[in-house]
């Protein structure tokens, strides 16, 4: 991970220099570790620029809740594109690209409650950098085009199953799972969310490996 900070770090500099706000999109399959690179680069930027100058807003955060999931018939679905709020996340990347000087809510997703938590996140109009991840930036079918036209970045990691899938099993095990049911969700859910991420890696600026 710390190669990768630092290859990321090295594009987003200088973009700094362009903009007074600068939104950069971490992308990959479920377990590539985007949700970890995004808050260290927040960090790191908040060290060099100030305190609370960059921020990780994570897409986690407009999962639908568990009950709208039930009503649905998706709860078994959970993390595919159409369990989340795609359109809700667009407008809220949206208005932390207005620079308008107002201060942003955004939510954030617990892996204790697995539920989102609204009004989370803090965006203050003096955040420099804003960090967002997660699996369906790239995702050209609406909802979720309207995403990549307001990313200065996009930067997909690319990551092979045998580095991924046993930090997806130890997830599914956090969530109280047995280890048979753990691998049944990650090989008919994760997996299939992975190889629609796959689909879309061509729309990145830029991609990087992580072994």
């Known amino acids: 991970m710390p190669a990768l900070l630092d290859s990321v770090h090295d594009l987003v500099a200088p973009l700094l220099c362009q903009r007074a706000r600068v939104v950069v999109g971490l992308v990959g399959p479920p377990g590539a570790g985007k949700s970890t690179l995004a808050e260290a680069l927040a960090a790191r930027f908040s060290q060099e620029l100030g305190p609370r100058a960059a921020v990780a807003v994570p897409m986690d955060g407009f ?13 078994d679905r959970k993390g595919a594109p159409e369990t989340f709020d795609g359109a809700g996340y667009v407008h809220l990347l949206r208005r932390l690209r207005s620079e308008t000087g107002e201060l942003v809510y955004a ?11 609204g009004g989370a996140i803090p965006v203050g109009p003096r955040v420099r950098l804003v960090v967002t991840e997660g699996n369906y930036l790239l995702v050209p079918d609406q909802p979720w085009a309207g995403v990549r036209a307001l990313l200065d970045l ?16 130890r997830r599914q095990r956090s969530r109280g799972l047995d280890e048979e049911a753990a691998r049944d969700w990650v090989e008919r ?21 992580r072994g």
């Open 63 to 75: 999962h639908l809740s568990n009950v709208e999931l039930d009503r649905l018939g998706l709860a």
């Open 107 to 117: 939510p954030a997703y617990s892996r204790v409650l697995h539920e989102s938590i």
């Open 154 to 169: 996009a930067v997909y990691l690319d990551v092979p199953d045998g580095a991924r899938i046993p930090g997806l099993l």
């Open 189 to 209: 859910s994760d997996q299939a969310n992975a190889r629609l991420v796959g689909t879309t890696r061509q729309y990145a600026d830029v991609v990087l490996h």
